[in-house]
């Protein structure tokens, strides 16, 4: 069974920095696609970025280029994602979801972590 464990949110100053971890479990964790999500609340899940070791895929949502960062460590199954240069409007509970059919896909992310919340004060 696939099992996906979300860490390190937490309560941050705007333009200040935090990473989130997602760490993965019971599945080839190198042939995957591992994506992060996150929804505020009263607002639809966003696709906020998305890496495919197997493909060599990354993938970011406009408002996120140049301040968050994804990456993944195939030894430890885990992905991060380096978010810098935060805003009040990151604020949200941030998900990471696996799939077998690449960052392309959304409807390929079939399993879910439970979330961490980011909150960001200005």
């Known amino acids: 069974e696939v099992q996906l464990v979300e860490s390190g949110g937490g309560l941050v100053q705007a333009g200040g920095s935090l990473r989130v971890s997602c760490a993965a479990s019971?599945?080839?964790?190198?042939?995957?696609?591992i994506g992060w999500f996150r929804q505020a609340p009263g607002k639809e899940r966003e696709y906020v970025s998305c890496?495919?070791?197997?493909?060599?895929?990354?993938y970011y949502t406009d408002s996120v280029k140049g301040r968050f960062t994804i990456s993944s460590d195939n030894a430890k199954s885990t992905v991060y994602l380096q978010m810098n240069s935060l805003k009040p409007e990151d604020t949200a509970v941030y998900y990471c979801?696996?799939?077998?059919?690449?960052?392309?896909?959304?409807?390929?992310?079939?399993?879910w972590g439970q979330g961490t919340q980011v909150t960001v004060s200005s």
């Open positions: 979801a696996i799939s077998g059919l690449g960052c392309s896909g959304i409807s390929g992310f079939a399993y």
């Open positions: 019971g599945s080839p964790f190198d042939e995957y696609a």
């Open positions: 890496i495919s070791n197997r493909g060599g895929t990354i």
